[in-house]
């Protein structure tokens, strides 16, 4: 009891009572026992899911275009690199998807009789005068750039069957 002799309800009960007599159902009494009901909180994972899914498939709609761009960047500059002499196509690849928009990659696979310091020697001179920079070189693969683009000449193992070598241009951008 207070020193006027009248008995003063808890804050938070007198509180409750005029939110109450001002009819706002969210602040009910049972609202104020329990602020998240139950079947609220079934539906919290659906806005963080709805925003990964968004921006996920955003970026690959967006993006998509941007990487088939440089993907077909890919396949022209291909087609200017000459083969050697006395090589055999094996197989050709193109790799792109919309769905993993930022890399793609074009190529093909060759049987030669040469060795690959004859085949090293013939890309060196041949992508040097379309603009390549050799990067990189070890016993069976070589490295070269042109802007965001890098070729690679393999030979040995790992190769596709019946194939001596591969010659592959890559992209990589963004992630």
């Not at 793609?104 to 020697?121: E, K, L």
């Not at 040995?156 to 951008?173: F, I, K, M």
Request: proline letters at 5%; zero cysteines; hydrophobic letters at 40%.
């Amino acid at each position: 009891m207070s020193t006027s002799g009248q008995a003063r309800l808890p804050i938070r009960d007198s509180w409750q009572e005029i939110l109450i007599s001002l009819k706002w159902p969210a602040f009910r009494m049972s609202s104020m026992a329990n602020r998240i009901s139950p079947t609220g909180t079934r539906w919290l994972w659906v806005f963080p899911v709805l925003l990964v899914l968004g921006i996920f498939v955003g970026d690959r709609v967006l993006n998509g275009k941007n990487g088939e761009v440089h993907h077909q960047r890919l396949e022209q500059e291909f087609r200017l690199i000459p083969v050697p002499p006395n090589s055999k196509l094996i197989t050709n690849f193109s790799f792109f998807s919309v769905w993993n928009s930022h890399k793609a990659s074009v190529g093909a696979a060759y049987a030669s009789s040469q060795s690959y310091s004859d085949i090293r020697h013939f890309y060196d001179r041949e992508l040097e005068y379309l603009g390549w920079q050799l990067q990189d070189t070890n016993l069976s693969t070589a490295t070269y750039s042109k802007g965001e683009f890098s070729a690679h000449l393999r030979y040995g193992e790992n190769l596709p069957t019946g194939a001596d070598y591969v010659l592959s241009l890559d992209w990589r951008g963004g992630f």
